[in-house]
Every structure is written in structure tokens, then in C-alpha cells.
């Protein structure tokens, strides 16, 4: 969580240094990638050794400075190596960054960060001490760099079988706890994540708990993964089923009485 200067909390997630420390070898990779076929295409072309070393310290400041800067003006903060890591630059409001942030963290990244004279090393020293994992030119800037990739969705919950349909609709649930049910929930969402003897045991352990609580009991002998998936089921279905009922009952615009609209 960031905070403006107005103490306004922003939902955003500073990156990580090591995150940020691939997303800058990637970024360098294809800088160097480039710098080499400008050399090469140099070297095809001829000419005198003033004009080539002429031709070639300008190419490797377009390529180090200008296409840099440009790729992070015009893409919003991104680069090659931002989007390989689900990365951006932001400003500290939250807002978009412009060509003068990009300017100065890129003149600060060559000068200051990854300048000879401090081995390459300034940048990250100052972004491991910083609590938002700011480098000079993020400070210099107003920026920072933010986790934009969005989190791994849980996997969906299994079906029960269709047989137990009928059942399912007549359990009586309220001898269940909260917390059994939430265990039950959670192992049954997350069992794939699992070892399956660990697994097994949590469902056998769980199933010893959910099925004296249970009435009536299921029409056939079930596994432990089978009960703990229907009862798990048919919580959410209620659960769906309160929360769509209780919408239905709050009333439009249109059935107000007239002094209420």
C-alpha cells in the first residue's frame, strides 16, 4: 500500500528489488542487443574513422537514451523488461508518468545508478534501503515502481456428483461449524496444491468430523473427498441462493410508493 502526500492510501504493490533487478538486466540485454547491430551496421557502411565514431556515439545515445525514454513515455511506464516481470513506473500520486520522469530516471540510471564510478552497484544499494525499493532516479523523479501483474486466481472448487443432487437439497447444515466448514473448503480448493498422502489424511480427518454432524445421511457410501465436496457445494449454492434472494427483495425506483422516489 502507497500513500500520497495527502495520506490517501493507493492500492498499489511496490516491486521487489530482485524483481526489479531482472526486469533491468532485460532491459539492458536488449540495449546491448541493439548497440551491437548499430556497430555492426557501422562497420558495413565505411567511411572514414572520424565519421564512423561520429555515427556510432550517436547511435548508442539514441539507443541508450532516446529509445529508452521513449518506449517508457509512450507505453506508460512499461519497458521490454517491465513486462517480462509484470512490472510499471508509476508517479508517487499513482498517476501516469511523462517524458520529464522518463528523462530523469533514465539521465540518473546512467549517471547515478549504473555509472562506472559507482560499479553499477549505487542503484541497488539505495533501492534494497529504501522502504518502497526506490532508486536514485525514482527519488529524483517522484516515481516508483509497482507490481501491475494481476494474482493467481484460485482454482475453482470441484462439482459434486449429480446423483447427490436430491440429498444435497435436504441436508441440514446449522450443526456444522464455521471453521470445520472453512477447513473443509480449503482442502477441497487447494487439495491439487497437495501432496496426496497429506491430502488424503486431511480429507479422511475432515470427513470423520463432517458426517456424524450431517443429516440425513447420503444415499450411498461415499469417499472422503466425495462428502467434503458436496457439503462444500451445497454451502456455496445456499450461500449464492441468501445473497440473490436478499437483491431481489430491495426495491427499484419504480415500485416506491410516490412520496419515497
Do not use: N
Request: net charge positive; with cysteine; hydrophobic share 40%.
Amino acid at each position: 500500500m502507497l500513500y500520497t502526500g495527502e495520506a490517501v492510501g493507493l492500492d498499489l504493490r511496490p516491486a521487489r528489488v530482485p524483481t526489479r533487478a531482472v526486469s533491468a538486466a532485460v532491459d539492458l540485454a536488449c540495449l546491448l542487443g541493439l548497440s551491437l547491430l548499430w556497430s555492426r551496421a557501422t562497420e558495413e557502411l565505411g567511411g572514414s574513422p572520424a565519421a564512423t565514431a561520429a555515427l556510432g556515439t550517436a547511435g548508442y545515445l539514441l539507443i541508450c537514451f532516446v529509445v529508452p525514454v521513449a518506449v517508457e513515455t509512450l507505453s506508460r511506464g512499461r519497458t521490454p523488461g517491465r513486462w517480462a516481470t509484470g512490472l510499471r513506473v508509476v508517479r508517487d500520486d499513482g498517476g501516469v508518468v511523462r517524458l520529464r520522469h522518463a528523462v530523469t530516471r533514465w539521465l540518473a540510471f546512467w549517471l547515478v545508478d549504473f555509472s562506472p564510478l559507482t560499479l553499477g552497484l549505487l542503484g541497488l544499494v539505495v533501492a534494497g534501503a529504501h522502504p518502497q525499493g526506490k532508486r536514485v532516479g525514482d527519488l529524483l523523479a517522484g516515481t516508483v515502481v509497482v507490481r501491475v501483474r494481476s494474482p493467481r486466481q484460485p482454482p475453482l472448487p470441484p462439482e459434486p456428483a449429480s446423483d447427490l443432487d436430491g440429498w444435497r437439497r435436504r441436508l441440514e447444515l446449522s450443526g456444522l461449524p464455521d471453521d470445520l466448514l472453512a477447513a473443509a473448503r480449503t482442502v477441497v480448493r487447494r487439495g491439487g496444491e497437495m501432496r496426496r498422502p497429506p491430502r488424503q489424511a486431511l480429507l479422511d480427518d475432515l470427513a470423520r468430523q463432517v458426517y456424524p454432524r450431517l443429516s440425513p445421511p447420503p444415499p450411498r457410501p461415499l469417499t472422503s473427498e466425495e462428502l467434503l465436496v458436496a457439503v462444500v457445494a451445497e454451502r456455496r449454492d445456499r450461500a449464492r441462493d441468501r445473497v440473490r434472494r436478499s437483491r431481489d427483495g430491495v426495491p427499484t425506483g419504480e415500485q416506491l410508493p410516490a412520496g419515497w422516489r
